[in-house]
């Protein structure tokens, strides 16, 4: 952080404000079968609960791109019209996504070292991009 190297082994996970988020302690593969396991409606005794969290109201993220949102998920129309389900975390010291391409059948994870300030965008639209050459410029 600002040019110096901090250890962020002993954090708090439930700092205040982080309304549960942090505290996850995972893989990115760990990840990736996370949300396949909640998509295909393993997670939740009721469907109807899955569906709630699949209920998309509009809104635009910060860099513009069409986003849905629903409980605790959201859905992205990336250029080319491919849609992205997924979520970006954030806690001290790093940022993680987890999504899914539904046209493509895929799940990726990311995970990086680097706080709010480092921008993932790059690396995952560059991944999506490998995934789906037809559909993005």
């Given at each position: 952080m600002d040019g110096k190297l901090r250890?962020?082994?002993d954090v708090d996970s439930s700092m205040a404000g982080a309304a549960g988020g942090a505290a996850l302690v995972t893989t990115t593969g760990d990840l990736s079968r996370f949300l396949d396991a909640l998509?295909?409606?393993?997670?939740?005794?009721?469907?109807?609960t899955l569906k709630a969290m699949l209920t998309f109201v509009d809104a635009t993220s910060?860099?513009?791109i069409p986003l849905g949102y629903?409980?605790?998920?959201?859905?992205?129309?990336?250029?080319?019209?491919?849609?992205?389900?997924?979520?970006?975390?954030?806690?001290?010291?790093?940022?993680a996504f987890v999504g899914?391409?539904?046209?493509?059948?895929v799940s990726?994870?990311?995970a990086m070292n680097a706080g709010q300030v480092a921008d993932p965008t790059p690396v995952l639209m560059g991944a999506i991009r490998a995934m789906t050459p037809e559909h993005t410029p």
């Open positions: 250890d962020f082994s998509l295909a409606g393993r997670l939740f005794e009721k469907p109807s910060e860099s513009g629903g409980l605790g998920i959201e859905r992205y129309t990336l250029p080319g019209g491919v849609q992205l389900i997924g979520h970006f975390g954030t806690g001290a010291g790093y940022r899914y391409l539904p046209a493509q059948k990726l994870a990311l």
